[in-house]
């Protein structure tokens, strides 16, 4: 929970119910450290339970350890070297140390955190740089999302370069980025009122003239349910729902959906007839 300033890290286990308007949270502890602003960033370590980073507006990357204590916690560790705001995080699940930051002052920055410099820092976009995702089965791909609409693809052993590029056909503002947590080639990205489903392994197939007026070859599903931006989505964690997304947009709704039947079965080759059921 973002707080001005502050995160406010709540345990799920104290609430086995649904709590009451009322019922006050109980919250186990409390991360300080920001300066000013807002912040919508933030990572748990996917390896290390208890490390969390997250995007600062003030520029900054903090990162906190509440493994060891509960209550008020300033960060551990402050990385500083954005110029602008700071608008994701996201850590290397191949790595205990390594952690990428993207910002508005265009850049991206991978983190040794046991340094205080970047290791490494590129120009990912002429504009604001919204969201950045480690893909979860190699250890060198990242995806960013840009103000101008664009997915870029990177491979770090190389920093730099991109390994693909490609928007929507609305070319609108991109705010999240995360890929598949069962493909290592399928990722989702989100614009305007859409969440857009994408696949590497697509990229230089040829395609009609027809089919090029509703995007590049890599998209292979748009969601269009919502009537207001969306804000989030996350994919849904487990094999047995794997094509199972949940989004939330600008005007708080909340949608459980899944891509069309005639299409996850290309990925998957034995799909359950009760798989991921749409709320």
Same mark, same amino acid.
């Given at each position: ?87 994701? %995080?996201?850590? /290397?699940? *191949? &790595?205990?140390?390594?952690? !990428?930051?993207?910002?508005?002052? #265009?850049?991206?920055?991978? $983190? +040794? ?18 969201? %950045?995702?480690? /893909?979860? *089965? &190699?250890?060198?791909?990242? !995806?960013?999302?840009?103000?101008? #609409?664009?997915?870029?693809? $990177? +491979? ?124």
């Amino acid at each position: 929970v973002s707080t001005q300033s502050t995160w406010e890290i709540l345990k799920l286990n104290d609430y086995p119910n649904v709590p009451k308007k009322s019922t006050p949270l109980r919250t186990y502890s409390r991360l300080t450290g920001h300066r000013s602003g807002d912040g919508y960033g933030l990572a748990f370590h996917p390896n290390k339970p208890g490390s969390i980073a997250d995007a600062g507006y003030d520029n900054y990357v903090r990162i906190w350890d509440i493994q060891t204590r509960s209550g008020d916690h300033s960060a551990d560790i402050t990385l500083s070297g954005h110029t602008n705001k700071v608008e994701d %995080v996201d850590w /290397n699940r *191949f &790595s205990d140390y390594e952690l !990428a930051s993207v910002s508005d002052d #265009g850049t991206m920055k991978l $983190w +040794d955190i046991r340094n205080k410099k970047p290791a490494h820092s590129l120009v990912a976009s002429k504009s604001e740089v919204n969201s %950045v995702a480690f /893909n979860p *089965f &190699s250890a060198h791909i990242i !995806a960013t999302c840009t103000g101008e #609409g664009v997915v870029d693809i $990177w +491979d770090t052993r190389s920093i730099g370069r991109r390994v693909n590029s490609f928007a929507s056909p609305i070319r609108a503002d991109a705010l999240s980025v995360q890929w598949s947590p069962f493909n290592d080639t399928v990722l989702a990205s989100s614009s305007s009122n859409y969440i857009w489903i994408w696949d590497l392994a697509r990229s230089g197939m040829e395609i009609s003239e027809e089919d090029k007026e509703d995007g590049p070859p890599e998209l292979i599903f748009k969601h269009s349910g919502h009537n207001m931006r969306v804000e989030d989505f996350s994919w849904h964690p487990s094999p047995e729902r794997k094509w199972l997304i949940s989004s939330v947009a600008a005007d708080y709704t909340t949608q459980i959906w899944k891509m069309s039947d005639k299409i996850y079965p290309e990925y998957d080759t034995s799909p359950k007839k009760d798989d991921m059921d749409t709320t």
